[in-house]
């Protein structure tokens, strides 16, 4: 009765579990399953470590629980049967701990070639924008013509933010208050952002579109609404939106 169960059962719960990994292993789209599409210049390589990351733990994962099922079942208590007593194996431990550690090391140094891209010197800046987060809103600023925060032809938006594709952008970003996160899903892109502390990031979008940016820190009672928006454009459109928001600045 119980040998039935495990065996009809177990195999396709286990399955069930891990299905996502199997269907990325096995189709090319496969950076898409579980993560939005990811529109920033990194995005494909934090993709690939996620899914590596993925696809190995849920190997271990099958052998590791597969193989104590097997001994559950397989040694399991019986009339007449006695306990007896095992030293182990010295190779078999070796294995399987030479083999994890090589695993490990290689992944520590693909994760600080990807960390090194994406959080070292930033490359030169195309454009700098200042976000400054604060209860519960995204307060965007534009330097404007001559390149310089805080002069006369800054231009100054709440929760909008437009960004030029294939373009360098380097953010500044601040808090007025207490601690939010700068949250672009689609850029992979998720940064605490600390009230005394201004935190430089750099990103180039691959793809134009609206996207929606979360606080993904619990900042407050509204927390839940501090909602910017965000647009990827032609860098002609970008142009012309940051005239026509200076005019409407200018002219209110
Ligand atoms: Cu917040």
Same mark, same amino acid.
């Given at each position: 009765?119980?040998?039935?169960?495990?065996?009809?059962?177990?195999?396709?719960?286990?399955?069930?579990?891990?299905?996502?990994?199997?269907?990325?292993?096995?189709?090319?789209?496969?950076?898409?399953?579980?993560?939005?599409?990811?529109?920033?210049?990194? $995005?494909?390589?934090?993709?690939?470590?996620?899914?590596?990351?993925?696809?190995?733990?849920?190997?271990?994962?099958?052998?590791?629980?597969?193989?104590?099922?097997?001994?559950?079942?397989?040694?399991?208590?019986?009339?007449?049967?006695?306990?007896?007593?095992?030293?182990?194996?010295?190779?078999?431990?070796?294995?399987?701990?030479?083999?994890?550690?090589?695993?490990?090391?290689?992944?520590?140094?693909?994760?600080?070639?990807?960390?090194?891209?994406?959080?070292?010197?930033?490359?030169?800046?195309?454009?700098?924008?200042?976000?400054?987060?604060?209860?519960?809103?995204?307060?965007?600023?534009? $330097?404007?013509?001559?390149?310089?925060?805080?002069?006369?032809?800054?231009?100054?938006?709440?929760?909008?933010?437009?960004?030029?594709?294939?373009?360098?952008?380097?953010?500044?970003?601040?808090?007025?208050?207490?601690?939010?996160?700068?949250?672009?899903?689609?850029?992979?892109?998720?940064?605490?952002?600390?009230?005394?502390?201004?935190?430089?990031?750099?990103?180039?979008?691959?793809?134009?579109?609206?996207?929606?940016? $979360?606080?993904?820190?619990?900042?407050?009672?509204?927390?839940?609404?501090?909602?910017?928006?965000?647009?990827?454009?032609?860098?002609?459109?970008?142009?012309?939106?940051?005239?026509?928001?200076?005019?409407?600045?200018?002219?209110?």
């Amino acid at each position: 009765m119980l040998r039935r169960f495990c065996i009809r059962w177990i195999p396709a719960f286990i399955s069930w579990l891990v299905a996502p990994s199997w269907v990325f292993a096995f189709s090319r789209s496969g950076a898409r399953v579980w993560l939005p599409e990811g529109i920033s210049t990194v $995005a494909p390589e934090i993709d690939r470590l996620f899914y590596i990351v993925l696809v190995l733990t849920s190997v271990v994962f099958v052998l590791v629980q597969g193989t104590l099922l097997v001994f559950l079942v397989r040694y399991r208590r019986r009339p007449g049967r006695k306990a007896s007593y095992s030293h182990g194996n010295y190779r078999v431990e070796v294995v399987w701990t030479l083999i994890p550690a090589i695993i490990l090391i290689w992944l520590a140094f693909q994760n600080q070639r990807v960390w090194s891209k994406v959080r070292g010197t930033p490359p030169p800046a195309d454009l700098e924008v200042e976000v400054t987060a604060e209860q519960f809103a995204w307060n965007i600023r534009y $330097a404007g013509q001559d390149g310089a925060f805080n002069t006369q032809d800054d231009v100054l938006t709440i929760n909008q933010l437009h960004l030029p594709i294939h373009q360098t952008i380097l953010i500044h970003l601040k808090s007025k208050d207490v601690i939010h996160s700068f949250f672009v899903p689609q850029f992979r892109f998720k940064q605490d952002v600390v009230p005394g502390l201004t935190t430089h990031v750099w990103l180039s979008a691959t793809k134009s579109g609206q996207y929606e940016i $979360a606080c993904a820190e619990l900042c407050g009672l509204g927390h839940y609404r501090m909602r910017g928006f965000l647009t990827v454009e032609s860098p002609e459109a970008f142009t012309a939106w940051l005239a026509e928001m200076f005019k409407e600045q200018t002219a209110s």
